[in-house]
């Protein structure tokens, strides 16, 4: 199955809700998506809160696709024009194979507004309040100073090419955001990232793992020790440096 197909099949299952919307944001939207690699990040406007009949029918939807590989990397949240105010608010989510409540980002809705990607239904425009730069620009020191920054001191986690790659490419992206006021793709902030004095061994291998044909070989233990010691050795002062400047 092609993401096309997987897209359309989940479209074709949703329809009997009567969803006003469903957008696409994240790598699908800005251009950067990679078949198998990247998610599927999606959010659907319902016309009302789901209720616990319409949750039951969601999780059901999202079971019946797990059969097809390419689902397990699609997440969507669902939302109401009545709930889509407050950038803070909770919303249903389906992600990782499981239903959960997330909210709406600030750096999300504006990834909507700048290049959303329409696939059924209104536009952001008429349903998504416009999002402030000093909003935007809070969230997003937030995020760096309160989930990124702690993490840093968690050892274990950077042997993990997930942790390795979004630290990064969130730390780019985030410095692009506050500096220029402006939201890029994870390519275009791979490419930043050099400039931002990240160790070019990493940022290689960042590369390689996403965007190298067929992907390389898993990394062994010794490497992996290295590449999680040089990233927090970079992280971690990068990321002090940046609150300090902007928040």
Known sequence: MTTASLLDGFLSALLPLRPRALWAHGS?????????RSDLDLIAVLSAPPALGT??????????????????????????????????RAHLTWAHGRMT??????????????????????????????VPRDQLDRFVVRDQRTFWRP?????????????????LLTFARATVTLRDGRLISKRQALAELPALG??????????????????????????????????????????????????
């Open 101 to 130: 409540r997330r909210p709406v980002t600030p750096v999300t809705r504006r990834e909507l507004h700048d290049f959303g990607r329409v696939l059924h239904g209104e536009p952001p425009a008429g349903l998504l309040p416009p």
């Open 28 to 36: 699908l939207a800005g251009g950067d998506y990679r078949e198998g």
């Open 55 to 88: 949750t039951g029918r969601l999780m059901v939807l999202h079971r019946r696709l797990r059969a097809e590989p390419l689902a397990a990397k699609l997440h969507c949240s669902y939302v109401s024009p009545a709930t889509l105010e407050d950038p803070d």
């Open 198 to 247: 990240a160790p070019a061994e990493v940022v290689e291998d960042i590369a390689r793992r996403r965007y190298d044909a067929p992907a390389p070989a898993p990394a062994g233990a010794g490497r992996l020790a290295r590449r999680a010691e040089l990233t927090r050795g970079y992280l971690g002062p990068a990321i002090d440096a940046l609150v300090t400047t902007y928040g």
């Open 151 to 167: 993490a840093v001191d968690k050892a274990r986690l950077w042997r993990q090419d997930v942790w390795v790659d979004l630290g």
